[in-house]
């Protein structure tokens, strides 16, 4: 998502709990939990692998994450990864990756796109299982008779992918674009690109 602000260029962020960030909401946390849960995951102090894209404000936010997982007696080992890497079987190995996923404008088609796009990482740690249970709630959304449907299908989708951890939804970026105040009528495509086709400029 994208908002205009007369300051320089920023990055902020929104706590993510769905695909969706108008969904989103802040999540209970319950650390006298996680001890408990650890124990019934079968964690023995053994190292995690973790892998995050190679650019300096991914590794930072991992490095943050390894400092909290270990205050949870979790150990991590970040590892990084480049673009050129994204096919790469040796990521495979990761019990942890990190990945951020760009939607659309039609956020409904993304979110489906997001999981049958067998070029994106995550779907490699899909077992045949889970990949044969989302496809049936795809089946559901693509034969949806109306939009109201369909965000009922999308939502029933969503449920199942928290209640199984198949990934972790951490945050949003919010991006904060500075444009001239003689730039008028500033809309953004596909992707969070501007409409060059719409914008004028003031004389």
């Given at each position: 998502?994208?908002?205009?602000?007369?300051?320089?260029?920023?990055?902020?962020?929104?706590?993510a709990?769905s695909?969706?960030?108008w969904?989103s909401?802040?999540?209970?946390k319950?650390?006298t939990?996680v001890?408990?849960l650890?124990?019934e995951?079968?964690?023995?102090d053994e190292?995690?692998?973790?892998y995050i894209?190679?650019?300096?404000?991914?590794i930072?936010r991992?490095?943050?994450?390894?400092r909290?997982a270990?205050k949870?007696?979790i150990?991590?080992?970040?590892q990084?990864?480049t673009?050129?890497?994204y096919y790469?079987?040796?990521?495979?190995?990761?019990?942890?990756?990190?990945?951020?996923?760009?939607?659309s404008?039609?956020y409904?088609?993304s979110?489906?796109?997001a999981?049958?796009?067998?070029?994106?990482?995550?779907n490699?740690f899909?077992?045949?299982s889970?990949m044969?249970k989302?496809?049936?709630?795809?089946?559901?959304?693509?034969?949806?008779?109306d939009?109201l449907?369909?965000?009922?299908?999308?939502?029933?989708t969503?449920?199942y992918?928290?209640?199984?951890?198949?990934?972790i939804?951490?945050?949003?970026?919010?991006?904060?674009?500075?444009?001239h105040?003689m730039i008028r009528?500033?809309?953004?495509?596909?992707?969070?690109?501007v409409?060059f086709r719409?914008?004028w400029?003031?004389h």
């Amino acid at each position: 998502m994208n908002k205009l602000r007369s300051a320089s260029d920023a990055e902020d962020f929104q706590e993510a709990s769905s695909y969706f960030p108008w969904k989103s909401k802040p999540q209970k946390k319950e650390p006298t939990k996680v001890s408990g849960l650890l124990k019934e995951a079968g964690y023995n102090d053994e190292t995690l692998n973790v892998y995050i894209l190679e650019k300096k404000s991914e590794i930072e936010r991992g490095e943050l994450f390894q400092r909290e997982a270990l205050k949870a007696g979790i150990h991590l080992d970040i590892q990084t990864y480049t673009l050129d890497q994204y096919y790469d079987p040796l990521l495979e190995q990761a019990d942890l990756l990190f990945m951020g996923e760009v939607a659309s404008t039609d956020y409904h088609l993304s979110f489906m796109g997001a999981f049958l796009n067998k070029a994106l990482i995550f779907n490699r740690f899909l077992t045949e299982s889970q990949m044969s249970k989302l496809n049936i709630f795809f089946e559901k959304i693509k034969q949806a008779p109306d939009p109201l449907t369909r965000e009922e299908f999308i939502e029933e989708t969503e449920n199942y992918i928290k209640k199984e951890n198949l990934f972790i939804y951490l945050y949003h970026p919010m991006k904060n674009r500075v444009f001239h105040p003689m730039i008028r009528d500033i809309q953004f495509e596909s992707f969070g690109y501007v409409d060059f086709r719409r914008i004028w400029v003031k004389h």
